[in-house]
């Protein structure tokens, strides 16, 4: 399943880590390091840095056949749209997988 971030991103539900509100992460300094540091290893997949009400890190493993070795990547997304809202969307799609 995808959960849609706005400006016509979807993002896997299973590599979600963490949706952080702005206004959270500005209070947190361990959670504002952890941003700069993705923000510094150029880990930001959007471009869009206009606007920004919700940070979204995500943690995707690939696991190569020959060498069983796991690869993760951690990525940073930001969005325009706030992080209730997001996390409705994230229970709402949850509610109509367990319905089918």
Known sequence: MFLHI???????LKDIVAIIDKD???NSKENNIYI?????NS?????????????????SSNTPRKNRKI???????????????LFRRNKVVKQDWRLE
């Open 24 to 26: 959270s992460l500005e």
């Open 43 to 59: 880990n930001l997949a959007s471009n869009d840095m206009n606007d920004i009400k919700t940070y979204i890190v995500t943690c």
């Open 6 to 12: 706005g400006n016509n991103v979807n993002i896997f």
């Open 36 to 40: 700069q540091k993705l923000l510094k």
């Open 71 to 85: 690869n993760k990547k951690h990525v940073l997304y930001v969005s325009n749209i706030s992080s209730t809202t």
